[in-house]
C-alpha cells in the first residue's frame, strides 16, 4: 500500500496507518551520491552510504557487477550499518538477473550467511542459471548442496511450500518436486561422470538415512522425500522397499491411535 504520498527535498514520503516509509528520487539521489563522494572521499561512513546506494542504483538498472562491486565495499566499510540481508539480497538478485554469474555468485551467497529461505531460493536460481547456460556438472554442484538443506531440515519443518517453477511463472511447484526435476534434467543432460556423481550422492544419502530406523515414522518421512528427489534414479528403488519397511515397523509396534495405523495401512 503506498500510503500518503507527498515529495520533498528528492524524497518521496509514505505515510499509512502503521507506517512511515521513504523513497529516494533517482536523479537528485545521483546528485547526492556524487557530492559526497567528491567533497568527502576520505570520510568511510559517507564512502559507505554512496556506494551502498550507488550499487542499489547500479543493479536496478541491469549494470550487475558494478552494483554488486559498490556493495560489497559498502558492506566491507561499515559492516554494522546496512541489514544483515541487504547484501545477499543483492546477491539473489545478480542470480536472477544474470545468470552467466551464477557459478561465482552462489558461493558467495552461502557465505554471507543469509536467511534459510533467501540462501533456498538463491541456489535455485544457480541451478536454473547454470543449466540455462549449458553447466551441467556446475548445476548438479548447486543442486546438491540444496539437497543437503533439505535434507539436513526437522521432519516437521521438511520442505513442503510452494515455490516457483523458475521456467513458467505461472507455475508453482512443491520443493521436492522442484529437485525431483533439476535432477532428471541434469541426469538427461549431463555426462556420464555426471550420472555417476548423482548415483553417488544418492547412495550415501540413502545410507545416512539408515541412521533414522529407531523411529519409523521418522525414517519413513524422510525415505518419502528421498524417493521424491531421485524418483528417476536406480536408487529410488531400494529407498522405496526401505520405506515399506519402515511403515511395516510403525505398524507392528503399535503406536499411536486406529485412524493413525489405518492411514498407515492404506500409504
Known amino acids: 500500500m503506498p500510503g500518503n504520498l507527498i515529495a520533498y527535498r528528492g524524497e518521496v514520503l509514505s505515510q499509512g496507518v502503521d507506517f512511515l516509509d521513504v523513497f529516494h528520487q533517482a536523479v537528485p539521489l545521483e546528485s547526492r551520491i556524487e557530492t559526497a563522494m567528491k567533497d568527502a572521499p576520505d570520510d568511510e561512513a559517507r564512502d559507505a552510504w554512496s556506494r551502498a546506494w550507488r550499487g542499489q542504483l547500479c543493479l536496478d538498472r541491469g549494470d550487475i557487477a558494478a552494483g554488486l562491486d559498490d556493495l560489497r565495499t559498502a558492506t566491507a566499510l561499515a559492516p554494522n550499518r546496512f541489514p544483515p540481508d541487504m547484501f545477499p539480497e543483492a546477491l539473489v538478485h545478480a542470480l536472477e538477473m544474470a545468470p552467466e554469474m551464477a557459478e561465482e555468485l552462489w558461493p558467495e551467497l552461502l557465505r554471507r550467511d543469509p536467511s534459510p529461505d533467501l540462501a533456498d531460493r538463491g541456489l535455485r536460481l544457480a541451478v536454473d542459471g547454470l543449466l540455462a547456460v549449458g553447466k551441467v556438472s556446475e548445476a548438479w554442484t548447486a543442486c546438491s548442496h540444496l539437497i543437503n538443506r533439505a535434507a539436513a531440515a526437522p521432519v516437521e519443518a521438511a520442505h513442503h511450500d510452494l515455490v516457483p517453477d523458475g521456467r513458467d511463472q ?3 511447484l512443491r520443493e521436492a518436486q522442484w529437485i525431483e526435476s533439476r535432477v532428471k534434467s541434469i541426469a ?30 521418522e525414517w519413513a518421512e524422510r525415505l518419502h522425500s528421498f524417493m521424491a528427489w531421485f524418483s528417476g534414479q536406480p536408487v529410488a528403488r531400494v529407498a522405496r522397499q526401505r520405506r515399506i519397511e519402515a511403515l511395516d515397523a510403525e505398524s507392528v509396534s503399535g503406536g499411536g491411535d486406529d485412524e493413525a495405523l489405518r492411514s498407515l495401512a492404506v500409504r
Open 170 to 172: 505461472h507455475l508453482l
Open 188 to 217: 538427461d543432460r549431463g555426462t556420464a561422470t555426471d550420472r555417476a556423481n548423482i548415483q553417488e550422492f544418492a547412495e550415501k544419502e540413502l545410507d545416512r538415512l539408515n541412521g533414522f530406523r529407531s523411529s519409523p515414522t
